[in-house]
């Protein structure tokens, strides 16, 4: 395996997510305030949405003719400074998200656990929702950034 360092930048740009109903899907995406960036339809077996939530780089894309992959597969991170803001946020906006947890690892196994991380890291503290499909995203708060990142 090569150790060098690499010459290329390489940036993660969308990530794929499968859904049953596009529209559906779009409108719950814009009910979180993420902008449309494009909607795309070349016939009714091709279609193709983008949107980006507010401050990502990193956008998602859905539609019809996009993926072979089963709606409500995908799962994601969106991370966000204040968990409690983003989690309130959520809720105004009518989507069910979960109370915060942490993760511990018991023998290997990842276990969630009620409640903030008690010792308030970065990185170690969570809640979640999923989309209409059943798509999950975990809301990671952190605060501050590891060296290099």
């Known amino acids: 395996m090569s150790t060098q360092e690499p010459t290329v930048d390489m940036k993660i740009e969308v ?19 993420w902008r449309l960036d494009a909607d795309f339809e070349a016939g009714p077996e091709f279609r193709i949405v983008q ?11 859905f539609g019809r003719g996009v993926t072979s992959a089963a709606p409500g597969s995908a799962e994601g991170y969106l991370v966000v400074f204040d968990l409690d803001k983003a989690r309130t ?3 105004g906006r009518g989507v069910e998200v979960s109370k915060p947890f942490h993760k511990v690892y018991d023998s290997g196994a990842e276990v969630r656990v009620d ?33 290099g990142r």
């Not at 990530?15 to 305030?33: C, N, W």
């Not at 980006?52 to 894309?61: D, M, N």
């Not at 890291?121 to 798509?135: K, L, M, Q, T, V």
């Open 115 to 147: 409640g903030r991380d008690p010792d308030g890291r970065s990185y170690a503290s969570y809640a979640s929702f999923s989309d209409p499909d059943g798509n999950g995203w975990q809301l990671q708060e952190v605060q501050e950034r590891l060296p």
């Open 15 to 33: 990530h794929i997510i499968p859904v049953a109903d596009v529209d559906r899907a779009l409108g719950f995406y814009q009910s979180l305030g």
């Open 51 to 61: 949107l980006t939530p507010p401050g990502s780089e990193c956008s998602i894309i």
């Open 89 to 91: 946020d959520l809720a």
